[in-house]
């Protein structure tokens, strides 16, 4: 069954975009940025309140917390131009320094695993990894894709996976048993370097926004200019399904805290799709203005954050209703959002 519902608003007062003078950062934020205004802002998820706006550098697109929950890093993509990521001090509220990638253009996609920053290069069709510690780029793995545009990272560093828009793919990155040479006689420069073995699988044209589900056992992947939706198992890497699940324009795509619903935006219409993971169906479709973009899932499965990006405000969806029940108002333009846990 789908259901439609316009976009009836029950605020309990409009939340501004006027940071708090002197207020501290949670331990727990949300992190939003504005692309127009260039900046980050840092929201208090209890109150709604915004904290404090930080300067992110040109054209932000993503951003991601460090695991203690003390930096943020943001991509600074200007459609492939430009090659550097802005790092926020969370605590002292202020930029601490940005990182120059050289060559490696269009960093767009972020993710934060093993101490490091994982991004994608899309010029330079490669992803790599940036040490905050040592302040150095340490891996650099080409993909041979058009616009690799999104990353995800296991947490044990095993895989990597990512979109790749203008060449309808998906790349697996999984780590080798094999080596590349042998560091040298007696092994005198070191370890040898770690080999890793890619495998493209063909989904949908426009292939952006993905997620893999909670139980890490499918990825489902956006196909912007097709409207559909690739479902990938990823044991096998092997596409299941492709549902006609009209998203076309499709930007982002999330699993609930649960795994039960399937969360996709889309740039081209007023709508955001609600879908059933369990039996793959449309299951809410919810106005949110002009269009939407980046999403972000409360930690604790609450709600949703969904950037309407035309508009200028994040919407607020309660999970257990799928209504709109308020709205945020960050700055012009809000896309790339992520969440900042820091440790006691």
Known sequence: ???????????????TAAPLPGAETPATALLVLSKSDQTLAIVDPGNHQVVAKIPSGPDPHEVVASADGRLAFISNYGGGRYNTITVVDLVGQKVQSTVDLGALRG??????????????????KVIGSYDPVSQ??????????????????????KWIVTSNVNSATMTFIEKSSARVGTGGPAGAMG???QEWEETVVAVGRGAEGF??????????????????????DVGSKKVLHTLAAEVA???????????????????????????????RRTLKRVRMGRGAAG??????????????????????????TLEVTGRLEVGKQPDGMAWAVRGQ
Not at 250 to 272: C, I, M, Y
């Open 1 to 15: 069954m789908m259901w439609k519902t316009g976009c009836v608003l029950a605020f309990t007062g409009l939340l």
């Open 107 to 124: 960093p767009h996609g972020l993710d934060f695993q093993g101490g490091k920053v994982w991004f994608t290069a899309e010029t330079a």
């Open 136 to 157: 150095k780029i340490d891996l650099v793995l080409g993909t041979g894709q058009n616009r690799t545009h999104m990353i995800a990272v296991a947490r044990d560093l």
């Open 191 to 193: 370890p040898a370097p």
């Open 211 to 232: 997620d893999i589900s909670p139980d890490g056992a499918e990825l489902w992947a956006a196909n912007a200019l097709d409207g559909t939706i690739s479902l990938l």
């Open 249 to 279: 324009g499709a930007n982002r795509l999330k699993f609930t805290p649960d795994g039960q619903l399937v969360f996709v935006s889309t740039l081209r219409g007023p709508e955001l799709t609600i879908l059933d993971a369990r039996t």
């Open 295 to 320: 999403i972000q899932m409360e930690p604790g499965g609450a709600r949703a954050y969904v950037a309407c990006t035309p508009d200028d405000y994040v919407a607020i969806v309660d999970l257990k």
